[in-house]
């Protein structure tokens, strides 16, 4: 596991299940000072015990990121509590899959608000602090970015919003020393890759257990992902080890992508 995450401010968006959750769990162990936020206050406490147990004792935001106030109101809980932020990891989203034709305006609208707009705003925000800390930003995104699909119209085009905004922004970071880099998990066993299997289930008229075979079967995989591994991706990439490393999109899925880049 990477060091020098002690006396370090984290910010996890996303960071009460799933993918946030264990990077936040995994900073926390390193040593670092998270903070996680969510929409769900019983996610954030059972999240919060489980961080507080290997680490540093999160502070718990609940807010909703799709709305300016929320971001607003993350960035306001940092600054009086600890003045500082090194890390920000933009993971919260929560896109809707589903037939093209069923999915109404408000999905599109609550999908980037949440993910693209949240993402955006919490840098904007956080960015002078993270400039004064030669800090960090990782964003989540999703293996669609690059490989899209017709039951996934929404998340495809915003991870890739997502990807190409982290890319511009890293020009930003060179000149400033942040880090800027995104992560593009593939099929990884969540809450809500559970979540987007019900929801293709009901516009495909498969089962959730035939998609999740298909899910590894079509790409040839060995296994679906795990939250770990993309856990321990996003430590290295907020460590001084990985300095030289801006503006890059990674994909942690298995191979699935099949595409060069």
């Known amino acids: 596991m990477p060091s020098g995450f002690s006396n370090k401010v984290a910010v996890v968006t996303g ?11 995994d900073l926390a162990k390193a040593g670092a000072q998270t ?10 406490a059972a999240a919060s015990a489980a961080i507080a147990a290997v680490g540093p004792k ?25 003045g500082r932020c090194d890390i920000l990891v933009c993971s919260a989203g929560a896109t ?6 069923d999915l109404p305006d408000q999905a599109w609208l609550d999908g980037y608000a949440l993910k693209f707009f949240g993402c955006v705003r919490m840098c904007r925000l956080f960015w002078p602090m993270l400039k004064a800390a030669q800090g960090f930003v990782v964003n989540i995104g999703g293996g669609a970015a690059r490989s899209p699909g017709a039951d996934f119209s929404i998340g495809a085009s915003v991870n890739a ?5 982290s890319k511009a922004l890293s020009q930003l970071g060179k000149r400033d020393g942040v880090n800027v880099n995104v992560i593009h998990p593939g099929a990884t066993e969540t809450e809500r890759f559970y979540e987007l299997l019900e929801q293709r289930s009901k516009a ?13 079967a079509r790409d040839g995989l060995r296994r679906l992902g795990k939250t770990e591994d993309v856990a321990a991706l ?8 990985a300095r030289h490393i801006q503006g890059t999109a990674i994909a942690v899925d298995g191979g699935a992508t099949v595409g060069y880049y």
Do not use: H
């Open 35 to 44: 903070v996680i936020v969510s929409s769900s206050a019983d996610n954030l």
């Open 161 to 165: 919003a997502m990807g190409n905004f």
């Open 58 to 82: 999160p502070l718990a935001v609940a807010t909703d990121l799709r709305r300016l106030e929320g971001c607003q109101q993350v960035f306001d809980s940092v600054q009086d509590k600890f």
């Open 204 to 216: 495909s008229g498969k089962s959730v257990e035939k998609l999740k075979e298909e899910a590894t």
């Open 15 to 25: 960071g009460s299940r799933g993918i946030g959750r264990e990077i936040a769990v």
């Open 234 to 241: 996003a430590l290295f990439l907020c460590s001084e080890q």
């Open 96 to 101: 809707r899959a589903g037939n093209f034709t």
